[in-house]
């Protein structure tokens, strides 16, 4: 499996860097630019959703309808910890487009 699964720049195929995309998230879906062209992308609204549903759709599911434990601590760490894994996969899923 020789590729790469994170989406690349528009303009000259450069892969994002994982950390980028993760900065961009945090900073309320800042632009991010290409390491290499610095081409300026934006998230695409499509991808807003995307991150949404890998982080904030979970972790309510979880904490308002499923609470699967007697504990309320057990269950703010599993929809945590659904958050984290989301925000950790969110950049291999997450579309940006140039600008």
């Not at 020789?2 to 528009?10: E, I, N, R, V, Y």
């Not at 991010?32 to 934006?42: L, M």
Request: proline content about 5%; aromatic content about 16%.
């Amino acid at each position: 499996m020789g590729g790469t699964l994170m989406q690349k720049c528009d303009k000259c195929n450069t892969p994002f860097s994982w950390g980028s995309m993760i900065k961009s998230f945090f900073c309320s879906y800042k632009p991010t630019h290409c390491d290499h062209c610095e081409t300026k992308h934006e998230i695409t609204i499509s991808g807003r959703f995307t991150l949404v549903s890998l982080t904030i759709l979970p972790l309510l599911i979880v904490g308002l309808f499923l609470t699967p434990f007697n504990s309320s601590f057990i269950n703010i760490f599993v929809g945590f910890s659904i958050l984290i894994v989301g925000f950790l996969l969110a950049p291999y899923f997450v579309k940006y487009k140039a600008k």
